[in-house]
């Protein structure tokens, strides 16, 4: 029984010296226009999501989905986001393939997480993404609207949608299914 829990041990350690070898060596590649591998792909959204679930403070929008309010969200996701996220024309960012990994095309695929997850991210930022925090540039009030905007972007009422074709030139994308960030 002591030498199979040496032998586990031992095994361990040479894992973890294995990967700092691995790293400091340069053996990962650093260059933003890779393609993240589903596996790393699979470790970082698992993180962050377990991250969220333990930091991020579940409450509710205090700013109610009317339609001036939609519109103002709008207004500063097109301002603020829509150079990584994508723009309101229905068409990825110029962004998408820069960044590593690559920013969520959110008009595209719309997020189905919860508002207080939504609401977390944009005031706070995401690590290693190159999503910055928005407490600083913009005010909470302005992030609750970002947030419910983008939370209500497959059921915007006929006044909000009027307003996005009539200000760019093209109707919201149908409901396509969009994707959790959750799963």
């Given at each position: 029984m002591r030498k199979f829990i040496l032998g586990i041990i031992v095994t361990l350690l040479v894992l973890v010296l294995g990967a700092l070898a691995f790293l400091s060596f340069g053996l990962m590649p650093t260059n933003a226009d890779a393609v993240p591998s589903s596996l790393e792909r699979r470790i970082a959204m698992s993180a962050m999501d377990s991250s969220m679930d333990r930091h991020a403070p579940q409450i509710s929008n205090p700013i109610p989905p009317t339609d001036d309010n939609l519109i103002q969200g709008m207004k500063i996701y097109t301002m603020n986001c829509a150079v990584c996220h994508g723009t309101l024309d229905n068409k990825p960012?110029?962004?998408?393939?820069?960044?590593?990994?690559?920013?969520?095309?959110?008009?595209?695929?719309?997020?189905?997480?919860?508002?207080?997850h939504i609401f977390y991210a944009v005031r706070t930022g995401v690590r290693y993404t190159g999503m910055p925090s928005w407490s600083k540039a913009l005010s909470e009030e302005d992030i609750w609207k970002v947030t419910a905007f983008l939370s209500h972007i497959e059921k915007l009422s006929p006044g909000v949608q009027d307003y996005w074709k009539k200000a760019y030139g093209v109707s919201p994308p149908p409901a396509a299914g969009g994707r959790d960030h959750m799963k």
């Open positions: 960012s110029l962004l998408e393939k820069s960044l590593y990994p690559p920013p969520p095309q959110l008009i595209l695929a719309p997020l189905h997480d919860p508002e207080w």
